[in-house]
């Protein structure tokens, strides 16, 4: 009898709880109220429980951790295209003016808990002129990383590294009226020379002196009876301590699949070579390398993202409760940049030294042609230069 008691006065205590919560409405009434609870079990980490019961607390919703549940899986089909209108609004992200744009492009890998692979792998692009993430790709294992991904306008510039270097992307991008730089290997493409003849890359390099960039007009085949997309490769060849590097890169490569390196692999690491779809008149060798230099301001933007918003970890298991997750963090990740972008430079002491810097990162690549002023070397009198020998240097 006093064990039946005790469970009723359980009871009691627990329905006296649940009559002081129920000012919170039943379910989710509004799409701010979902947007709030995504972002709680994304931003936060909570588990179910935890979400379910912070959104009766602050009178959000009354919903259980499984109704939750319900809500994290069906949320992908109504997050994505929000984020998706976040980066067509031109107020969102970026609020600069695209003429000149210079678009960096990569992708990220994403693990789950205990998985030894690549479940999810995040792709999207970076403004170099305004640092804001503008459009995002998420897909499985399976999906590559490939320009045909980005929606490009005339005269944007796109910058990728050698996983970019396909025919049918860099068609895709020149088709849009924009143009393309990316690194490139020796077997990447078929070579040819403008009037269709084999071109050999080995030998075109082999010429080259040493810090002295060159440039030739090649053209690639089309792929299912497209023309030929004509390009330009620049090479230059690396001083002898970044092609030891990338040698033994390659030998550590080489030691973990299990073969030896080729010949030809050896001899490519002293060589860097960058094929581009700009017109000499835009950019010249030299300037190419130099706008190709940049495309590593994305793995640094992808490195704050993981090491400061800690965008690299994966909790939910269930592939539409992982969509929900990482759409949600990189909904966030958007609105931490969008904070930032009225007041892109901070100067700690009130007025920026060089106002053209911006500017000139704007007008990329057509500013690339112009040279840089040249600073005058100010005469050190005698009288100044006497000055350091009458310090007294017994002074702390």
Same mark, same amino acid.
């Given at each position: ?217 090649? @053209? &690639?085949?089309? !792929?299912?009876? +497209?023309?030929?997309?004509? *390009?330009? =490769?620049? /090479? #230059? %060849? ?58 590593? @301001? &994305?793995?640094? !933007?992808?490195? +704050?993202?993981?090491?400061? *918003?800690? =965008?690299? /970890? #994966? %909790? ?65 009198? +005698? ?14």
């Amino acid at each position: 009898m006093g064990a039946l008691a005790a469970v009723l006065a359980r009871r009691l205590a627990r329905r006296r709880v649940d009559h002081r919560r129920d000012h919170a409405p039943a379910g989710i009434q509004s799409a701010d109220a979902l947007l709030r609870l995504i972002f709680a079990y994304a931003w936060n980490d909570w588990s179910l429980r935890t979400t379910a019961a912070w959104a009766r607390r602050i009178g959000l919703a009354a919903v259980s951790d499984v109704a939750v549940l319900k809500r994290l899986r069906h949320a992908p089909a109504w997050l994505g295209p929000r984020l998706d209108q976040w980066f067509r609004t031109p107020a969102g992200g970026a609020g600069v003016p695209r003429h000149g744009r210079v678009v960096l492009t990569d992708g990220s890998t994403i693990q789950r808990p205990g998985s030894p692979g690549t479940p999810w792998r995040r792709h999207a692009p970076w403004n170099l002129a305004t640092g804001c993430w503008e459009q995002l790709a998420l897909t499985d294992a399976h999906g590559a990383e490939s320009l045909t991904r980005l929606r490009l306008r005339p005269p944007e510039v796109v910058l990728g590294d050698r996983n970019y270097a396909k025919p049918r992307a860099l068609a895709h991008v020149v088709a849009q009226g924009a143009d393309v730089v990316v690194r490139v290997g020796w077997n990447a493409v078929r070579w040819q020379t403008r009037d269709g003849t084999p071109w050999s890359v080995r030998d075109a390099v082999r010429t080259l002196p040493a810090a002295t960039p060159g440039d030739w007009a090649v @053209q &690639i085949p089309g !792929a299912a009876g +497209r023309p030929p997309l004509p *390009l330009r =490769l620049v /090479a #230059l %060849r690396k001083s002898p301590v970044a092609a030891e590097r990338a040698r033994r890169q390659a030998r550590q490569a080489a030691r973990k699949h299990g073969h030896t390196v080729a010949a030809a692999t050896w001899e490519a690491a002293d060589y860097v070579l960058v094929l581009t779809s700009l017109a000499p008149a835009a950019a010249d060798a030299a300037a190419v390398l130099e706008l190709y230099r940049l495309r590593w @301001q &994305i793995e640094c !933007a992808f490195k +704050r993202l993981k090491s400061l *918003l800690h =965008l690299d /970890a #994966l %909790r939910a298991f269930d592939p539409p409760r992982a969509q929900t997750y990482l759409l949600a963090q990189w909904l966030g990740a958007v609105l931490v940049d969008a904070l930032g972008a009225p007041d892109p430079a901070f100067f700690p002491y009130g007025f920026p030294v060089r106002p053209d810097v911006q500017r000139r990162l704007a007008d990329y690549p057509t500013d690339l042609e112009r040279p840089a002023p040249r600073r005058t070397r100010r005469r050190v009198t +005698r009288r100044l230069a006497a000055r350091p020998a009458r310090v007294d240097e017994s002074a702390p």
